[in-house]
């Protein structure tokens, strides 16, 4: 007898966890030093994994030390800023490395051992592997060909960040979504052609998590009638002819989503609670073109291959139009939200992160077009495909090794970079250019203050400043040498800035090297002081934005830097710091504009 070989999808599945894996152990796992592990949970992450530790292993939910990026003090307890359901999903793992932990005297029973960190990595690859044989099982229950859905499967997991965020971010929550939703809507499809009706009750339960897990993408709803088709009246209908199945699917959804609540009172005494104090959703000025096209997060731009999926919700209204409408509906709402927030581009990372957990909705109409499609398109997709892949995995290379700004891309730092490897591009970039902080009623403009270093200034002061033919303007620059240090600085109290609000620096300066890369060294330093001289707020950066490349030239640089409010008796300072003199270069024509958040 003939043995069957595996399918292609299903082949595609084993690559994609098995890259996923090599990449984990040989980029988180290991690192640099052999101990990347120590770094699975950082950012985000410790928000998230601040719950299983609170509540397994100190026992002091509610009473936690506070941090400031995920755990903030109230009058009646500590609150964990995050939702609960990646910390739901990591539990299992958690709980295993635990396990292991406490089997090993020598290991730290403070949740944060190899045991445990590799645990939540390992965690990781399985929700991959759920998502992917769910999603492949979706795309086969529609009868989509087996090459078509490999082809899929493999581009969303060697093309996108769903291979950062298994792999190197497995704390975060997008692989969790994106294998609850993948398994929504595998149930929703078979509820759709007539499975046994207890399956509603499952659906509601995992609608309920992904909401848990992140409240705005319970926006999936809008994906049933791509997944049922023209079987979602039915779909509806079944389910309303039967309230015994609807209250138990209602009770089902909202018993996962009291998760959240209950957290809440147990850690403040309130049923509800807002834990992102001083961020939001600026509903009225979305980021709609660089969340798609922008260099610093531009979907389209780091993960190409969705041009594919967005291109084929269009193509898709010449067969199905209720389908296609929905597409549309689907891409164009999920994006009004996720480019509403206030740091659209969500913090450093690579690429955009957020729409991880609409891929499995997303690739819907890109399976039905591809399907359809004829023997020239369909060769034309997989060349498409092929050549995305190439491009992402190169740059997803030249992220990792410190080429790309983990946070600050922007045109010039992506000309300068464009598919470049080696030493010699590893760490080249600097500057900071970010977001405003959460300003729904806008900013003020509080301070402005200029120095071209011919007269005094209120605010800029200090610095070696002395008569140069090469002057930018005037006749005088500021002289940073082995000698020099530090250069002018502007300095302003709480007395001639307001308290209580948060604030937003534009710095700019004329920059001149008489060799390029003369300034390569250079830092460029925010900070807030407190009355006894100790740091309320410390923040350094790389000056330049990217490398010189001319001898003898002036280069403008320009800054955008978030702070937090001052608070009575505080200052803040600004200034270029030259460690050990190791840079030789000359400043000149220095501004500053500070603005602060209106109340709100």
């Known amino acids: 007898m003939l043995q069957r070989r595996p399918s292609a999808s299903l082949l595609a599945t084993l690559v994609v966890v098995l890259v996923a894996i090599l990449v984990s152990v040989n980029v988180l796992w290991k690192g640099s030093d ?47 800023k995050y939702f609960s359901g990646t910390a739901v999903m990591m539990a299992p793992w958690f709980l295993a490395g635990h396990g292991l932990a406490l089997l090993d005297a020598d290991a730290p029973n403070d949740g944060y051992s190899v045991y445990h960190m590799k645990a939540i990595a390992i965690g990781g ?35 996108t960040t769903l291979l950062q965020y298994t792999a190197v971010q497995p704390g975060w929550s997008h692989v969790y979504s994106f294998c609850a939703v993948s398994a929504f809507l595998l149930l929703i499809h078979r509820l759709s052609v007539g499975a046994n009706m207890r399956g509603y009750v499952a659906a509601a339960a ?32 079944r389910l309303f ?76 209204w010449r067969v199905d139009q209720m389908r296609s409408a929905f ?27 957020v729409y991880i957990d609409h891929f499995p909705v997303l690739v819907i109409p890109m399976a039905l077009v591809l399907q359809h499609a004829s023997r020239r398109w369909w060769i034309t997709a997989r060349i498409f495909i092929v050549l995305c892949m190439a491009l992402f995995l190169a740059q997803y290379t030249q992220y990792h090794t410190g080429i790309l700004h983990h ?42 203050d200029a120095t071209d270093m011919e007269r005094s200034s209120a605010h800029w002061r200090d610095g070696h400043v002395v008569e140069r033919p090469e ?14 240090e530090f250069g002018t600085m502007f300095s302003a109290a709480a007395g001639s800035l307001p308290t209580g609000r948060e604030l937003y620096l534009e710095v700019g300066f004329e920059c001149y090297e008489e060799r390029a890369g003369d300034s390569f060294e250079a830092l460029a330093i925010a900070s807030i002081q407190r009355p006894d001289e100790s740091f309320a707020h410390y923040g350094s950066f790389r000056m330049n934005a990217t490398p010189g490349t001319r001898d003898s030239t002036w280069r403008h640089l320009e800054y955008r830097i978030p702070l937090p409010a001052l608070a009575e008796g505080e200052s803040l300072s600004f200034y270029l710091w030259n460690p050990e003199g190791g840079s030789k270069f000359l400043t000149d024509d220095l501004f500053m504009r500070v603005w602060a958040v209106e109340p709100y």
């Open 34 to 80: 052999g101990e990347g592990w120590r770094n699975t949970i950082r950012s985000d992450a410790k928000g998230y994994y601040s719950y299983l530790v609170a509540v397994f292993i100190r026992h002091d939910l509610g009473h936690e030390l506070p941090a400031w990026e995920y755990i903030h003090e109230t009058p009646t307890g500590t609150l964990n």
């Open 125 to 159: 690859w399985g929700y991959l592997l759920l998502g992917m044989l769910a999603l492949r099982a979706l795309l086969r229950g529609m009868d989509v060909r087996d090459a078509v859905v490999a082809y899929i499967l493999i581009g969303l997991g060697l093309g």
């Open 206 to 237: 995992l609608l309920g998590l992904i909401v848990l897990i992140r409240p705005v993408n319970g926006l999936v709803l809008l994906a049933l009638p791509i997944v049922a088709g023209d079987r979602t009246g039915l779909l509806l209908t």
């Open 241 to 316: 002819q039967r309230p015994v199945i609807l209250v138990l699917a209602g009770l089902a959804g909202a018993s996962v989503v009291a998760l959240q609540p209950l957290l809440w009172h147990l850690q403040t005494g309130h049923w509800l609670e807002w834990g992102y104090r001083n961020e939001g959703f600026h509903w009225g000025r979305p980021e709609i073109i660089e969340v798609l096209f922008g260099v610093r997060r531009g979907l389209f731009l780091w993960t190409p291959i969705l041009i594919l999926p967005a291109l084929c919700a269009v193509l898709l």
């Open 327 to 353: 597409s549309l509906i689907y891409w164009s709402v999920n994006t009004y939200v996720i480019a509403s927030w206030w740091i659209w581009y969500y913090g450093s990372g690579f690429g955009s992160r």
């Open 407 to 448: 946070e600050h891309m922007d045109r010039a730092k992506y000309s300068a970079t464009f598919l470049r490897f080696g030493e010699a591009h590893r760490d080249r970039l600097g500057g900071k250019w970010e977001a405003p902080p959460f300003n729904p009623k806008g900013m003020e403009a509080v301070l402005l």
């Open 471 to 484: 002057a930018y303007s005037g006749s005088r620059v500021c002289v940073f040498d082995a000698e020099h």
